[in-house]
């Protein structure tokens, strides 16, 4: 199966920014579906953001929680096999293990994530 690596983590003040990698490998090329959750500790599992890739063509959609549009971006280097998360204007809320996630097959949906997660990174905003 393929593996996904986040990176980028750490402790941020309220109101910096952060941006997070999450580097792909394994024997596929391509994937259908890219995006991020995270988890705060006693707390579900949130949607954060997911773009779904064109196989053929440049077209990408994003599309992201609510309450973060605007605040975060997720966008991806294809040539780096590598999937961002941009954090700016971090608020103490954000604090959370962030996981990537990735499916070759099906779109990412806040009740449907994809097949395949990273092992997550810790990002702490501090107030």
């Known amino acids: 199966q393929v593996q996904l690596v986040e990176s980028g983590g750490g402790l941020v003040q309220a109101g910096g920014s952060l941006r997070l990698s999450c580097a792909a490998s394994?024997?596929?090329?391509?994937?259908?579906?890219l995006g991020w959750f995270r988890q705060a500790p006693g707390k579900e599992r949130e949607f954060v953001a997911a773009m779904r890739l064109e196989e053929f063509g440049t077209y990408s959609a994003a599309h992201y929680a609510d309450s973060l549009k605007g605040r975060f971006t997720i966008t991806r280097d294809n040539a780096k096999n590598t999937v961002y998360l941009q954090m700016n204007s971090m608020e103490p809320e954000d604090s959370a293990v962030y996981y990537c996630?990735?499916?070759?097959?099906?779109?990412?949906?806040?009740?449907?994530?994809?097949?395949?997660w990273g092992q997550g990174a810790q990002v702490t905003v501090s107030a």
């Open positions: 394994g024997r596929t090329n391509s994937f259908y579906a």
């Open positions: 996630n990735a499916d070759h097959r099906e779109p990412i949906t806040p009740i449907q994530p994809g097949h395949y």
